[in-house]
Structures are given as C-alpha cells and as structure tokens.
C-alpha cells in the first residue's frame, strides 16, 4: 500500500486477556518502530526493527510485551495478559534505513483495557 | 539513557504571533535532531530535520538551529496561523545506539484567530 497500515483500528479487551496488533509497513522499508502513545502523554519507544539486525526491545515496559517481525515485512505486537494501564494508542511506523531519514507513521491502534 | 525535554504546553497565541517551542536533548555521540508534528486526526508527520551541530532545518515557514553548546533544538515561526494548530514533538537519533528515534512529550499548539 502507500502508507503504513495497521490494524485493528481499535480494539476493546477484557482485563487479563491477550491481545495482537498488526503493523503493514511501506514496501522496502528496512526500519519499523512501535510507540505507544497515552492520553496526555507523549511517545513512548518499545521496539526497533532495522533490517536482519536484532531488534531493540529496551523500550518494553514488562515481559508481557512482544513483537516480531516476520520475512523483514508485517509486525505483530502481543501484549499478554493485558492490564488497564496498558490502555492507549500504538503506533508503528517505518523508513528505509537509519541515519536521518524520515519516519511514515501509520494511523495507530486504539486499544482499551476493561 | 538518551532523552529530550520540551516545554509544556498546551501553547495559546493569536493568529501573526511568533512562536517558540524550546526542545533540549541529553545525548551520547553526536545525535540527528527532528520535529515531527501531529495535525488534528491526523498521524505523525516530519516537520524538519538537522542532522549536525549550527544547521538549520526549515519546513512551511518553522525553523529549528541544532545548537550542540546549549544540546538545544527549538522550534520557531515568525507568524502562525490557525492552521498551525497541532502537538509538535522533538525527537533525537543517538548516533551511538542502535538508531532508534526518541520522542519528547509532545507541545500542544493552539492558535486563535
């Protein structure tokens, strides 16, 4: 496609249960990131993607979080056994490489925790 | 660890008003600067870049100095406008880790006509 496509666009759990968001980015692009963006507050960095270097997990605030990347293309990222605070937009976003060049982020996934 | 602190807002101005959004950065190496703005329903967007110390990023009329003596990367406009109403966010790539982009808390602008 010609943006970063993610989805669910929203999505609703329950306390407790596990959940995946999926992150289509641009074509070629070598870099995806997640954040996660909470009301009020700014961007949080949870994972890095370059390339067939390891990621970068520093960011992921508990081992309940995970994300992989399959083929150098699509993303998914689990948060397992969710919890309220967990409640916020995830963001994915790519570009071509590393060292200046722009991020494209996608729209985001609105997730609520019950 | 790396960061980057803005103002907080949310900023209030008057149409034709000039504006300063202050960004300062704690760093490793010598990191690539960005402002990245967020419109009203809409994503993230580049709004300028520099990528080494004294140069100046510009984009729809906002200017920002990568300023490397005061680790400094304010954002500025001569006159805004409604238009400009948006959250602007700082971000810095260390050179020395593995190149992930780290954002600031974001500044809401809000500008009245």
């Known amino acids: 496609g010609a943006g970063v496509s993610q989805s669910p666009s929203n999505k609703v759990t329950e306390k407790g249960k596990d959940v995946e968001l999926r992150c289509d980015p641009i074509?070629?692009?070598?870099?995806l990131y997640w954040y996660r963006q909470s009301l009020g507050q700014g961007l949080e960095f949870l994972i890095y993607?370059?390339?067939?270097?390891?990621?970068?997990k520093s960011g992921l605030p508990s081992d309940r979080f995970s994300a992989e990347r399959t083929g150098g293309s699509v993303s998914t990222l689990t948060i397992q056994r969710t919890q309220q605070e967990d409640s916020a937009v995830y963001l994915c976003?790519?570009?071509?490489?590393?060292?200046?060049?722009?991020?494209?982020f996608g729209s985001g996934t609105q997730l609520s925790v019950l | 660890g790396d960061s980057v602190t803005q103002m907080e807002g949310p900023v209030t101005l008057s149409e034709e008003a000039f504006l300063t959004i202050n960004c300062t950065y704690t760093?490793?190496?010598?990191?690539?600067l960005f402002w990245y703005v967020q419109y009203p329903g809409e994503g993230l967007q580049l709004l300028l870049k520099?990528?080494?110390?004294?140069d100046k990023g510009s984009n729809k009329g906002f200017e920002a100095t990568y300023r490397k003596e005061t680790t400094s990367f304010h954002l500025e406009k001569g006159s805004v406008q409604v238009s400009d109403s948006a959250v602007y966010f700082c971000?810095?790539?260390?050179?020395?880790?593995?190149?992930?982009?780290?954002f600031g808390q974001g500044t809401t602008l809000q500008v009245k006509p």
């Open positions: 976003a790519s570009s071509q490489g590393q060292g200046g060049e722009k991020l494209f």
């Open positions: 074509s070629g692009h070598t870099a």
């Open positions: 993607f370059q390339g067939n270097s390891a990621p970068d």
């Open positions: 520099a990528t080494k110390a004294d």
């Open positions: 971000a810095l790539r260390s050179s020395s880790n593995t190149g992930k982009l780290i």
């Open positions: 760093a490793t190496g010598y990191p690539s």
